[in-house]
């Protein structure tokens, strides 16, 4: 077992999201061609995992198994990026994201650990832009989690709360969630975790010793929060489905103008980017299938 180089820094990249549409920003990507395009992009600039949703080509959410198999197909011809496919839902059914795990084998599943409320608040307006419920209950990540163990999927836990990272221990105990892990700390979400140094510091505590985890900082918080992340030792998260503002507070163009600031910020703290080979070793990923 080689030794983890603290300095080495895994940069994923959030493609397009489920929510934020051209009209909000006109380089969110649609279709699995300009999915991949984006990868691509991504990938030049730095990154070396592509966190991925499918949509159909008029920008609506899907879950369509040949969708997700198109986008891979698109992304395998431009670039060997190392694939992390989004199964997160409100409904209870996930026979569409067990089967597109089960088929197109990304190398990582993204896996949504607790129930919350998820929810968008307007100060200016004075009023909610969407107030959900999201469900995740241990019943429902156990059915996904068990399609990722027999894809050879790694589960990358996304955790929006504390409960989120201190509730996986059944798992563990269960034996269905194997060591080493790979986290996701989300702050900013309403109904999560807050954008602080201190809520950062905390999961780190909680979650098990020797685990990897990066930052995911949603809106105009997030290149403070990857500033946190840098810092804190972890690894980062940037993308259009986070955050479409530049630092400068211009609009992105594509995904590879937010990459590019991240990696910027990777070696500006003294760190070093991670390629495609080191991030699947950091990752516990195995050699490229």
């Not at 061609?33 to 949509?55: L, M, N, P, Q, T």
Request: contains cysteine.
């Amino acid at each position: 077992m080689t030794t983890r180089d603290p300095d080495l820094c895994v940069i994923t990249c959030a493609l397009t999201g489920v929510l934020a549409n051209r009209k909000q920003c006109p380089g969110i990507p649609y279709t699995p061609a300009e999915i991949a395009d984006e990868a691509k992009r991504a990938y030049d600039a730095g990154a070396s995992v592509v966190h991925i949703h499918a949509r159909n080509d008029d920008g609506s959410p899907t879950f369509s198994p040949a969708m997700f198999a198109r986008i891979k197909a698109e992304i395998r011809e431009r670039c060997p990026v190392i694939l992390n496919f989004s199964t997160g839902t409100i409904l209870e059914d996930v026979t569409d994201q067990c089967t597109y795990l089960r088929e197109s084998k990304p190398e990582i599943g993204a896996l949504n650990m607790g129930t919350m409320n998820y929810s968008k608040y307007s100060e200016k307006r004075k009023e909610f832009v969407f107030d959900m419920v999201f469900p995740n209950t241990y019943g429902k990540i156990m059915t996904m989690l068990k399609a990722m163990n027999e894809a050879g999927v790694k589960p990358e836990l996304e955790c929006f709360d504390t409960g989120h990272t201190h509730g996986i221990w059944p798992l563990l105990d269960m034996g269905i969630l194997k060591a080493p892990l790979q986290f996701s700390f989300i702050v900013n979400v309403l109904g999560g975790i807050p954008a602080t140094v201190e809520s950062l510091q905390l999961q780190t505590k909680i979650m098990p010793a020797g685990s990897e985890w990066e930052v995911i900082g949603i809106s105009k918080c997030g290149w403070r929060m990857i500033g946190t992340g840098l810092v804190l030792g972890g690894n980062i998260r940037a993308g259009l489905e986070d955050n479409l503002y530049l630092p400068s507070g211009e609009m992105a163009r594509s995904n590879g103008d937010l990459i590019e600031v991240a990696a910027r910020m990777v070696r500006d703290v003294g760190r070093k980017v991670a390629t495609v080979g080191q991030a699947r070793e950091i990752l516990s990923l195995g050699p490229a299938r």
